[in-house]
T-cell receptor, first 113, second 111 residues
Framework: GAGVSQSPSNKVTEKGKDVELRCDPI?????LYWYRQRLGQGLEFLIY????????KSGLPSDRFSAERTGESVSTLTIQRTQQEDSAVYLC???????????FGPGTRLTVT | QKEVEQNSGPLSVPEGAIASLNCTYS??????FFWYRQYSGKSPELIMS????GDKEDGRFTAQLNKASQYVSLLIRDSQPSDSATYLC???????????FGTGTRLTIIP
């Protein structure tokens, strides 16, 4: 079946602009996660959605970052007033709650100039 | 102390040998353990999951879990150059719905 998809694959934006990143999870996966990975670094947890429960936003680095998810489908991660330090690959993953095995999308490479 | 620790490497192993990757974790009641492979410029790919003490084999890969020692490892038999990647260990704590990832071990298989 189809895996996790993300769009765009690459995004170049000017400092101060807003960007919106999209994630389409595997069908039937109720849990969805966003991570950030800076060049040469590990995965940094940002936010977690599980069904209709309130999201776990504990990893969002500042109030410029927000995310939404419609039911158990698509999620969007929005970064307002982008800064150069926001440059990274943003990864989305989804999982079944029965296994907690997370499957990752290909990521969105964000470059802030 | 980091919650999930891995030796960053690089770990160099000759082609055909066994590569051994190690991971320790701090939460004694962790429930689920995962190994991911990440090629340069790509996203992490799930290789193995293990939930109970002992060994779990899948092809050339064997995951080993020792909860008493808070230790999980991944063995890759008959290493191939295509196994060259960064390997991430991930752990789920008790009652936790999120995974905590280690920073990864970079593995290089030398032809």
């Amino acid at each position: 079946g189809a895996g996790v998809s993300q769009s765009p694959s690459n995004k170049v934006t000017e400092k101060g602009k807003d960007v919106e990143l999209r994630c389409d999870p595997i069908s039937g996966h109720t849990a969805l996660y966003w991570y950030r990975q800076r060049l040469g670094q590990g995965l940094e947890f940002l936010i977690y959605f599980q069904g209709n429960s309130a999201p776990d936003k504990s990893g969002l680095p500042s109030d410029r970052f927000s995310a939404e998810r419609t039911g158990e489908s698509v999620s969007t991660l929005t970064i307002q007033r982008t800064q150069q330090e926001d440059s990274a690959v943003y990864l989305c993953a989804s999982s079944l709650m029965s296994s907690f095995e997370q499957y990752f999308g290909p990521g969105t490479r964000l470059t802030v100039t | 102390q980091k919650e999930v620790e891995q030796n960053s490497g690089p770990l160099s192993v000759p082609e055909g040998a066994i590569a051994s990757l190690n991971c320790t974790y701090s939460d004694r009641v962790s429930q689920s353990f995962f190994w991911y492979r990440q090629y340069s410029g790509k996203s992490p790919e799930l290789i193995m999951s293990i939930y109970s003490n002992g060994d779990k084999e899948d092809g050339r890969f064997t995951a080993q879990l020792n909860k008493a020692s808070q230790y999980v490892s991944l063995l890759i038999r008959d290493s191939q150059p295509s196994d060259s990647a960064t390997y991430l260990c991930a752990v789920r704590g008790f009652g936790n719905e999120k995974l905590t990832f280690g920073t990864g071990t970079r593995l290089t298989i030398i032809p």
